[in-house]
């Protein structure tokens, strides 16, 4: 029997745990010292390889999601993550001698943290063939295998089939020497090409292995309080229905791992699979995690039909194509009770749009899909980047303008991240635009400086126009919907305990809604919090705003 231990690395640096910045998502634990928020999606990738070795050799695997783990921590006193990784696996798996040890890192910030368990698996289990996936090392294979030669071997794209040829092989190191599925120092020396190694036809992929993530520990996720909306954040199960996206964005890099030819379940066994989540998991939200749902509209809207007939609800965390959301899709995912959706508008410019992003998508079509969510009682997020190469500050102040006439519910601006292995980090990489230290950044730092901006001015405007779309102007204040606009700073203070922004705004909302001691509380919290922080002072100045009644936009 092979045994076989999954790491998923935490998916934020060491430093962003310990010291998370004034405006990020924060966690205080019961040591009473706040920490960086980790999302704890269930990681979907290992879950269909674990079941795909089982349903064909003899395995043993566990799992160890350290997202989950320092989630449930009541304190953390280590002095680095690779401290705290070397004895967390000494201690829980010394009874665990594996053949393979398998890290799979998803995000850029979990770069780091990657390097860190491939040193700590070889130093732990010096037998064992230490290897890594995901769409890092697909992406990253140069950086990773350069900076961490303790890995045996990295996998290109998606990894059932090159995981099962791995374990079945009569040598493994042979077999990895000879699969192209297979990244290592000397055929990058000998200038090899790799391939993926893809499942064509997803209904061969057996139901995903989710008793081995102990599905009670991944109940709430700290992710989904980026939705306001969703009141119930229990009993969420991520599903993936497709795989792949034939769209050409210049930021993006999912191409790697699946890439853009796509790929379907059969809606039979999408069905089967939503069942059996119901039926023994009692599932309530499935969190779609598809690149690109809408890839074929009548499956996709069957599917959201299939959804409301069970019962349950669904949240698409990758967005959806704006362009397919027509008023009959947003009105079928209103009768799933689909409640909140992100809006993939990305920039507020035609020609950032077209010329930069590549991405298509019409300006107009993102007015009236916020609009129809609006009238449909959709609540919605807009996810906008600003500072890519070839944009100017005149683009960023045409998507400003622009973003007040959307009529979307909450705004969610980022500062585009040159991920490797897309084009834009090409494009960055040969006109000499990264600063140092970029690798294992996310979309909250930015880290490309142009002829046109700085990386602190985009820093800078990021954070500006967030509070200004969200606060100054924010929409459902503008239209007299209180009690949504509340549902938004009530949020960001869950996210943010201190958000003086967010308590301002707040008490004009339960004034205008006639809760005048309520008012009051959220008055005096954000006066004393403005009164002992420089960062908010700095913010209130800059537009303008005093501690005491918050100002409503004016109606257009």
Request: proline share 4%.
């Amino acid at each position: 029997m092979t045994k076989i231990l999954f790491i998923v690395p935490p998916n934020l640096s060491y430093e962003k745990y310990v010291q998370p910045a004034e405006n990020t998502r924060q966690v205080r634990k019961a040591d009473g010292r706040l920490y960086g928020n980790l999302a704890t999606d269930m990681p979907i990738g290992i879950l269909s390889m674990s079941a795909y070795l089982k349903a064909a050799t003899d395995v043993d695997i566990r799992l160890i999601d350290f997202n989950i783990e320092l989630n449930a921590l009541d304190r953390f006193d280590a002095a680095s993550f690779a401290e705290y990784f070397s004895a967390f696996l000494a201690e829980h798996h010394a009874d665990f001698d594996p053949d393979i040890v398998g890290v799979s890192s998803l995000f850029s910030p979990s770069y780091f943290n990657l390097l860190d368990l491939g040193r700590c698996a070889r130093a732990l289990f010096p037998r064992a063939l230490v290897i890594a996936g995901g769409s890092v090392p697909s992406s990253m294979y140069k950086h990773v295998l350069k900076n961490c030669p303790d890995f045996d071997a990295l996998c290109y794209g998606e990894g059932e089939k090159p995981l099962l040829n791995l374990v079945q092989a009569a040598d493994r190191r042979a077999y990895i020497e000879s699969s192209p599925s297979w990244v290592t120092d000397a055929k990058i020396a000998r200038g090899e090409m790799f391939a993926h190694d893809f499942v064509d036809d997803l209904d061969d992929l057996p139901f995903y292995d989710y008793e081995l993530c102990e599905v009670e520990r991944y109940g709430i996720n700290p992710a989904m309080t980026a939705y306001a909306a969703i009141e119930d954040k229990s009993n969420n199960f991520h599903v993936m229905t497709s795989r792949g996206c034939p769209f050409k964005c210049t930021f993006c890099a999912s191409h790697k791992v699946h890439g853009r030819r796509m790929r379907y379940y059969s809606l039979e066994r999408v069905r089967a699979d939503f069942e059996q989540l119901r039926d023994r998991y009692g599932a309530r939200t499935l969190v779609v995690q598809d690149d690109h749902f809408m890839g074929d509209k009548e499956r996709a809207r069957a599917i959201v039909d299939m959804i409301g007939e069970m019962k349950m609800t669904a949240v698409f965390q990758n967005g959806l194509a704006l362009y397919a959301l027509e008023r009959p899709m947003l009105e079928a995912l209103r009768g799933a009770g689909v409640n909140h959706l992100v809006l993939a508008i990305e920039s507020g410019s035609d020609r950032v749009l077209k010329d930069i992003m590549k991405k298509p998508l019409k300006l107009h079509i993102a007015k009236r899909v916020a609009d129809d969510c609006r009238e449909l009682g959709i609540y919605t997020n807009a996810n906008i980047l600003i500072g890519l190469p070839g944009e100017t500050k005149q683009d960023i102040e045409d998507t400003r303008a622009f973003l007040k006439t959307v009529n979307a519910n909450w705004f969610i601006v980022l500062a585009a991240s040159p991920l490797v292995g897309s084009e834009m980090h090409e494009i960055c990489e040969s006109k000499g635009y990264l600063k140092d230290g970029y690798i294992g950044k996310d979309y909250k730092n930015a880290v490309v400086e142009t002829e046109h901006f700085s990386a602190d001015f985009i820093q800078d405007q990021m954070y500006l126009i967030n509070l200004e779309l969200n606060f100054i102007h924010n929409p459902d204040m503008r239209l007299g919907e209180y009690e949504s606009a509340l549902k938004g700073f009530q949020n960001a203070l869950r996210a943010k305990n201190d958000h003086a922004f967010a308590f301002h705004f707040a008490a004009e909302c339960h004034e205008r809604l006639g809760r005048h001691e309520k008012a009051a509380e959220c008055r005096e919290a954000a006066r004393s919090i403005v009164e002992t922080s420089p960062f908010w002072q700095h913010y209130f100045a800059h537009f303008g705003l005093t501690p005491g009644p918050a100002r409503v936009p004016e109606a257009a």
